[in-house]
């Protein structure tokens, strides 16, 4: 893919605009940042007014995808050919600048326009072993799959990602010239999300953790580790 290619946005409306420099439109940035996203948040509008819900997602291919219930009044209108906006945002900083009107954070965020289709009955299963998988690698083939009727009662939807746009931020504080000999503490506290020891259910403590929680396990006791 080209520099060309990467900074020309798909829409007028996915152009950034504010700090436009933090822009990116590749897809490889898009796809890395919504396969680090378990919640995604839905933006829609209906004769009740303007709404903004979370929601689980996951992407497959060049779609991104999230489930519920049949009686969901958000998937029934996203069934029916409206339009929205989903966005997903990873927090990796707060930046501490000397003045109190540059500071910041650090941010990867994406914003999707489009409108949702349906998922065929015979793909849903396997879409949502997609998103079992990207949550457990391994899990959809250890426990009972849905069956009909759990299947029935669910609607899967797809957006397919051709009109997104990422925004990011990276690095330190922007400080004015005029400030920089402040004495006062200037940088990044880093932030991100980090996996803790997993709470095993009662009924289950006597099967063995399969890999996948161990290796959280093995992640999170590092992650003790090198706070102590």
Not at 135 to 150: D, H, L, M, T, W
Not at 216 to 224: G, I, K, L, T
Request: glycine share 8%; aromatic share 6%; charged share 20%.
């Amino acid at each position: 893919m080209t520099s060309a290619e990467t900074s020309v946005p798909p829409s007028l409306r996915t152009r950034v605009r504010r700090v436009a420099q933090r822009g990116q439109y590749d897809r490889v940035t898009l796809h890395a940042l919504l396969d680090e996203a378990y919640v995604c948040h839905v933006a829609f509008a209906d004769e009740h007014g303007v709404h903004c819900i979370p929601t689980a997602c996951w992407r497959e291919g060049d779609y991104l995808y999230i489930h519920g219930s049949n009686g969901s009044r958000m998937l029934k209108l996203a069934g029916s050919g409206a339009q929205f906006c989903v966005t997903v945002t990873h927090l990796d900083g707060l930046v501490l600048a000397r003045s109190a009107f540059n500071h910041s954070m650090n941010y990867r965020s994406a914003v999707i326009y489009g409108v949702f289709e349906a998922v065929p009955d015979d793909h849903k299963s396997a879409a949502l072993d997609v998103f079992l998988e990207g949550i457990a690698p391994g899990r959809s083939k250890e426990v009972r799959p849905g069956n009909a009727k759990e299947l029935a009662a669910t609607t899967v939807l797809r957006v397919a990602l051709n009109e997104a746009a990422c925004k990011v931020r990276t690095g330190g504080p922007k400080d004015d010239e005029e400030d920089m000999g402040l004495a006062v503490w200037a940088g990044v506290l880093p932030m991100g999300l980090s996996p803790l020891a997993p709470v095993v259910d009662e009924a289950a403590a006597r099967i063995g953790a399969p890999d996948y929680v161990r290796q959280w396990q093995a992640v999170a006791a590092d992650r003790v580790g090198e706070e102590a």
